[in-house]
């Protein structure tokens, strides 16, 4: 077991009830929280766009924090 950061930059966008919960991945242990909720945020592998999961919101509030608006990696 270790601790690991990743490398690059997470775009997440606010969950809404207008995303189909059946194309995103939600832990039972979120599901049991009443994910998804207003404040959630879904997180999408950039390399696969169909790839799409649930970060709860505490989660996010507790480890994730703002950096841009538009990445800008790669540039």
Same mark, same amino acid.
């Given at each position: 077991?270790?601790? +690991?950061? /990743? /490398?690059?930059?997470? #775009? $997440?966008?606010?969950?809404?009830?207008d995303i189909?919960? @059946?194309?995103?991945?939600?832990?039972?242990? @979120? $599901?049991? /929280?009443?994910?998804p909720k207003? *404040?959630?945020?879904?997180a999408f592998?950039?390399?696969?766009?169909?790839?799409?999961? $649930?970060?709860? #919101?505490?989660?996010?509030? @507790?480890? +994730? #924090?703002?950096?841009? @608006?538009?990445?800008? #990696? *790669?540039?």
């Amino acid at each position: 077991m270790g601790f +690991y950061r /990743k /490398k690059a930059l997470q #775009e $997440l966008i606010p969950w809404n009830s207008d995303i189909t919960p @059946d194309l995103l991945s939600v832990s039972d242990a @979120d $599901l049991a /929280k009443g994910s998804p909720k207003v *404040g959630d945020m879904i997180a999408f592998n950039p390399n696969d766009v169909s790839d799409f999961w $649930l970060v709860e #919101e505490q989660f996010f509030k @507790d480890n +994730y #924090e703002w950096v841009c @608006d538009v990445s800008t #990696e *790669g540039n």
